[in-house]
Antibody
Framework: EVQLWESGGGLIQPGGSLRLSCAAS????????MSWVRQAPGKGLEWVSS????????YYADSVKGRFTISRDNSQNTLYLQVNSLRADDTAVYYC????????????WGQGTLVTVSS | DIQMTQSPSSVSASVGDRVTITCRAS??????LAWYQQKPGKAPKLLIY???TLQSGVPSRFSGSESGTDFTLTISSLQPEDFATYYC?????????FGQGTRLEIK
């Protein structure tokens, strides 16, 4: 069974940083692109970033480019999102999802981790 | 960026009804369109990809179609578990974009 489990969210002050993690199990991690999608409270879905299976290609939404960095450790079956210079409008549930580079659909999702940016 | 516009933003329907949700792309995306269902407090679930291909395990009452840049999700006979919010997503190019969502409520 494919499982994705996010962690690392929390309450952070504006300008702060966090590293989100997504532990994957139930499938061979390395061939699959992975992505982060976020959802602000009461709002719709927003794609944030995607990374290829090797980690050699990365893609970002303009709203996070230069502040967020996606990475992966295929030896640990883990996806990461380093989020820096956080702003109030980054407050959201952050989901990791399988897919998003060549095949730009998301067939499995984690349960999400909440990031709240507030002073 | 490709804009995805869903309509309606909300719809009320009864169990057994046929419901149609539409998504329009601001430019051609071929058949690179996916549909998701999201229930409150839960992650989205992939229903359809390639505009009309049903994801494994999704009931056959769900179907998708396309006409140019217009895409349609149809639920042929609503079941109680179908009341949720539905999102379309273009998979043609980066940045990946979603529609704003359609909330399907019980009448």
């Amino acid at each position: 069974e494919v499982q994705l489990w996010e962690s690392g969210g929390g309450l952070i002050q504006p300008g702060g940083s966090l590293r989100l993690s997504c532990a994957a199990s139930g499938f061979t991690f390395s061939p699959y692109a992975m992505s982060w999608v976020r959802q602000a409270p009461g709002k719709g879905l927003e794609w944030v970033s995607s990374i290829s299976g090797t980690g050699g290609s990365t893609y970002y939404a303009d709203s996070v480019k230069g502040r967020f960095t996606i990475s992966r450790d295929n030896s640990q079956n883990t996806l990461y999102l380093q989020v820096n210079s956080l702003r109030a409008d980054d407050t959201a549930v952050y989901y990791c999802a399988r897919g998003g580079v060549v095949v730009r659909r998301f067939d499995y999702w984690g349960q999400g981790t909440l990031v709240t940016v507030s002073s | 960026d490709i804009q995805m516009t869903q309509s309606p933003s909300s719809v009320s329907a009864s169990v057994g009804d046929r419901v149609t949700i539409t998504c329009r792309a601001s430019q051609g995306i071929s058949s690179w369109l996916a549909w998701y269902q999201q229930k409150p407090g839960k992650a989205p679930k992939l229903l359809i990809y390639g505009a009309s291909t049903l994801q494994s395990g999704v009931p056959s009452r769900f179907s998708g179609s396309e006409s140019g840049t217009d895409f349609t999700l149809t639920i042929s006979s609503l079941q109680p578990e179908d009341f949720a919010t539905y999102y379309c997503q273009q998979a043609n190019s980066f940045p990946i974009t979603f529609g704003q969502g359609t909330r399907l409520e019980i009448k």
